[in-house]
């Protein structure tokens, strides 16, 4: 007797409503629920993301102020302390990511980098960085290896000659239009 009366109630829950409802309510249902499974997609992936819940207050995380007086002696310590020299050389991680992540530790150790691409005889190219400071002028590292280098047009590099020197900003720029004089 019990199921028969919660049955009946059943059906009177779920027997098809004898009055269609309207376009715009249907249209307003659709938007409401796919907005709140949006949200709900965003909040999760944001949360899974970075480990903070959406809409929280949260204070932005910036390297710190570059010091534009630095010494060489400042710069051979970094790398000599920094471990990107440690990773692998190998296929997805070379010269481009090697200098990338160096620029990136000496950018949040307050160390001014600038990527530098080293244009080869026989259309190749090497990447590596340039430090200024302000005892020495440009010091270039190579981050792969870890080791300074004098690259200059004209100059060797390995066993090929050097037929280009870019500095990278928004675009390739020679670097000589960076520094100016020709140092």
Known sequence: MRV???LD????LF????K?????????????VT?????LGYSYGFYTGTGIPPFTHQTAILPPEVNVNVTAQQVSNFVAADNTALNKYDTGF???????????????AGI???VVKIDLEGNTDH?????????KGWLFIDPAMGLSLHPRVGGILGDKKIVGLYILRAEWVPFEEVIGNGE
């Open 94 to 108: 070379n010269c481009v990511e090697y200098a990338l992540l160096l620029a990136r530790n000496a950018a949040w």
């Open 112 to 114: 001014p980098a600038e």
């Open 127 to 135: 990447i590596i960085l340039a430090f200024p400071t302000k005892d």
């Open 9 to 12: 109630i059943l059906k009177k």
């Open 4 to 6: 028969q009366g919660i």
């Open 35 to 39: 907005s709140m499974a949006g949200l």
């Open 15 to 18: 027997r098809p409503n004898p």
């Open 20 to 32: 269609p409802t309207s376009f715009v309510t249907r249209l307003v249902l659709i938007v409401l």
